[in-house]
T-cell receptor
């Protein structure tokens, strides 16, 4: 039982490049979330999903897209990376319907956009 | 609008001393409140949560928190801090359906030997 895993762990992009961050969970959770963490700002919700095939915007969705084609995976895409997207990205999952409101977090992905 | 404020950016305490980390929230409905801890280079781990009932909740690692509705606060406490408690602590609030979580900016705890 690996919990929540994130791929890659670290990436350097040039401005304008695109990339996809992968989040996978093996706990059969319904809800999944993408956050970014910046110094002094805590975690801010980018997008979230309450089930397979559904996604919704969080606090800071601009410049990002997501997809939840399979229940266990939640992908975060950057179509045209900007230096302002340099951050640490965390994925989390939970399953409130089963009384499991606790969010389980992945180890994070460090992204540097030059 | 929902928000969480952690007024202390950094706190330093001596090992064995007591600890209190402050958290104030702004939320229109009944809040569900959480405290998470993040060690360097790691993801977040849940310490404790409050949904309803007894306003004093116990968590892991000897932490506890008290919900005070009149003060819109959910402060985290520990009677005796250990060096291994050095980390960053985040308070969070969520609505009843847990589709969004709002985090505070965090408090970094340093523990002096």
């Amino acid at each position: 039982n690996a919990g929540v895993t994130q791929t890659p762990k670290f990436r350097v992009l040039k401005t304008g490049q695109s990339m996809t961050l992968l989040c996978a969970q093996d706990m059969n959770h319904e809800y999944m979330y993408w956050y970014r963490q910046d110094p002094g700002m805590g975690l801010r919700l980018i997008h979230y999903s309450v089930g397979e095939g559904t996604t919704a915007k969080g606090e800071v969705p601009d410049g990002y897209n997501v997809s939840r084609l399979k229940k266990q995976n939640f992908l975060l895409g950057l179509e045209s990376a900007a230096p302002s997207q340099t951050s640490v990205y965390f994925c989390a999952s939970s399953d409130p319907g089963q009384g499991k409101e606790t969010q389980y977090f992945g180890p994070g992905t460090r992204l540097l956009v030059l | 609008a929902q928000s969480v404020t952690q007024p202390d950016i950094h706190i330093t305490v001596s090992e064995g001393a007591s600890l209190e980390l402050r958290c104030n929230y702004s939320y229109g409905a009944t809040p569900y409140l959480f405290w998470y801890v993040q060690s360097p280079g790691q993801g977040l781990q849940l310490l404790l949560k409050y949904f309803s009932g007894d306003t004093l909740v116990q968590g892991i690692k000897g932490f506890e928190a008290e919900f005070k509705r009149s003060q819109s606060s959910f402060n985290l406490r520990k009677p005796s801090v250990h060096w291994s408690d050095a980390a960053e602590y985040f308070c969070a609030v969520a609505p009843y359906n847990f589709n969004k979580f709002y985090f505070g900016s965090g408090t970094k705890l340093n523990v002096k030997p």
